[in-house]
């Protein structure tokens, strides 16, 4: 039994309170020594008759750590009498920084304990939760190299730091109200309005109706009340785009239906916006007019505070940042874009080094990757160089591989915008910072337009190395298994091997070797992207009729459009032809009268799964073709069934309406499934796959998963990474490793 050893533990083992960790379990058991940072790794040195119990505590670690790997070799000279906590070092980079998690319930106790040192301080924390991420500038992972540096602890902070026996010891973001962060409320035009309480003064304007940016943990937000959300909506020019709501804990269930899995995922050092079925799904339609809305708990001390003064029990927390553009992090520059909008500002002034945005999930499955989750580190084999994904155009972030474990960065946004791919580009600066990185492959999308794209060709012609473009729906079946399979691939726009638009995918094989082998049948768009603003041009493309027309002509198009829009599909200039699950959805949509305009992403389809629920769909007939290589699906056909149905109905019932758009979703994923099924009948595959952003379509990933459980094949769907854009650049670089060790 060994009784002493050099101990080397790799993996998540910064900003999750290790060393101190390590501290109390040695004096525990008796063991003299010394623990280390250096780079991203943590060096223990170690002696004493419990030296097994000790190892066995510290491989299993904290509860935010993540181990990888527990080296023990000879100690190479002997240690004192005690257990000491040295200062850090330069070393090896193999791990990642953690992710920002909410405020403990220690805490919470704490900055509400009368009397106490916390009490009422915003920015409270400890060895077990706040800020990692958003405040880390490089490693080793300690307050001088984080933006905490200029907040010198006070004489009572620094007792607690060096305390063994407390939960701050070494907590690199302890501070108190004598020495940390502070808070300062200003008006519209940045003028500074001194309160004792900025907090409760807050509270107060707020519950008054007044729109507050506030400045939290990864970014600024827009708050208020419900009864403001018109307002804030017209500021903004966000009419139809609903908001998420911060909730009152014990408020949550008064609106929404809450399972257990949901309810521990609200409660979670996490602390997502999970987007919840309403109670009543008309209720709450100024904060959003689907039949679902986004609800977080606060997950920070300033969230706390303003909620203990508010008398409202929720308030709208959106970002203050347009959609697809990256969070604004400082009140200067918040100020320049945002006085119009807001009535006042709180702000802390602590710096945002790295901004993050609030995570999103639905039914557990990650909308959007960011604060909690990501940076998100995955433990895969893809060889021995080191990979950079930038992703794909929109819902855009980067993935690095090195070593065996790829790690995922926040969410950037739509990288279209110069402001974005800026940001994009300082993503990827900082993951290389971060894991002493020096990638040798660039992996990217394979739309040779798209400006990751182009940015991916100028960072492999600096560093001189290879590059590898891959297919986007490749990328999204990479992304969920390296198994053998039949991938589904759903969502609205992706460029496709034939320079047409892709979206409604199934390929046959086992990554990188994916067959295209059925899809959906190819479609007009006519206008290209003016199809995806418009709608109604979607379904004419779908469906050239003059029933069509005459559709379209009772909603107020002029006979000038309509000519224009007949002949432009008949002529075919300006049309691209797409398979798109995205662009179907939205036709159905705008057929059914409930969305004619997209205003913003994903709004024609969400509207239509809102319309569905509560809707009895019914089995249509679903018409097959094949070509010489693939089998497709008719859109067309689908499309048909719903405006005969629709033409049926008596004008103006809604109940038809929900029953239509909720048999066309069932349908649609029922056609799609029997393609998957088919191709792995015929191929002999065993297993399925789905991914896309489609897949969030509660009715339409349900029914595709029953119908292939039905036919005894293997359902296999994404829960760490997204199924929409958000895993693109994670399965670029699973594609393009394992695409480079075949080619030896």
Known sequence: MRRQGRVTVRGIVQGVGFRPFVYAKATELGISGTVKNLGSEVEINAAGERFEDFLAAISRGPPLARIDSVQVEDLP??????????????????????????????????????????????ATSCTNCGPRYSIIEQLPYDRERTSMSVFPMCPACGEEYEDPHCRRHHAQTIACSACGPDLTLYDAQGRRIDSCDPVRET??????GRIVGVRGLGGFHLACIEEAANELKRRLGRIEQPFAVMVRPDAVETIACVSDDERTLLNSPVHPIVVLAKKDPSAHATISNLHTIGCMLPYTGLHHLLFSHLSHPLLILTRANMPGYPMITDIDHAMAKLSRDVDF?????RTIVNRCDDSVMRDGFIIRLSRGIAPRRTAIDLGNRCILGVGPELNANATLYRDGFAVTSP?????????????????????????????????????????????AQDLAEEANVERVPVQHHRAHIAATTLEPCIGIAID?????????????????????????????????MPGGDLATRFPERMLYGILPEQDVLNLLSSRGW??????????????????????????????ASSLLGICRERTYDGEPAMKLESAAAGGRPEAWDLIFSRTKRTEMFSSRALMESALARLQEAPAGDRR????????FQYNLARGIARLAIHAARKNGMKAVALSGGVAYNHMIRETIRQEISGA???FLINRDEPLGDGCVSFGQCVYAGTLLRQRG
């Open 77 to 122: 000279q002997p240690v004192g009498e005690r257990f000491a906590i040295l200062p850090s070092a330069a070393g090896a980079l193999t791990g990642m920084i953690p992710p920002d998690v909410a405020i403990c319930d220690a805490c919470i106790t704490d900055v509400f304990h009368h009397g106490g040192r916390y009490e009422g301080y915003f």
């Open 203 to 208: 509270a107060q304007l707020l519950d008054a």
């Open 345 to 349: 500002f709180l702000s802390h002034n």
């Open 492 to 524: 609205g726009v992706g460029y496709g091997d034939d320079a047409t638009v892709w979206g409604g995918e199934v390929f046959c094989g086992q990554v990188p070797d994916l067959e295209r082998v059925a899809h959906l049948e190819p479609v007009a």
């Open 712 to 714: 005894s094949l293997t």
């Open 656 to 663: 038809a309406v929900r029953d239509i758009a909720a048999s």
């Open 558 to 587: 002029s006979e000038v459009e309509l000519r224009v829009l007949k002949r432009q599909v008949e002529t075919g200039f300006n049309v691209t032809m797409t398979s798109s699950t995205g662009r179907v959805l939205d036709a």
């Open 411 to 455: 969410h950037v946004g739509n990288v279209r915008n110069p402001s974005t791919l800026d940001y994009l580009k300082e993503t990827v600066a900082r993951l290389r910072r971060l894991l002493g990185a020096h990638f040798e492959v660039v992996a990217h999308d394979l739309h040779p337009q798209f400006l990751s794209t182009r940015f």
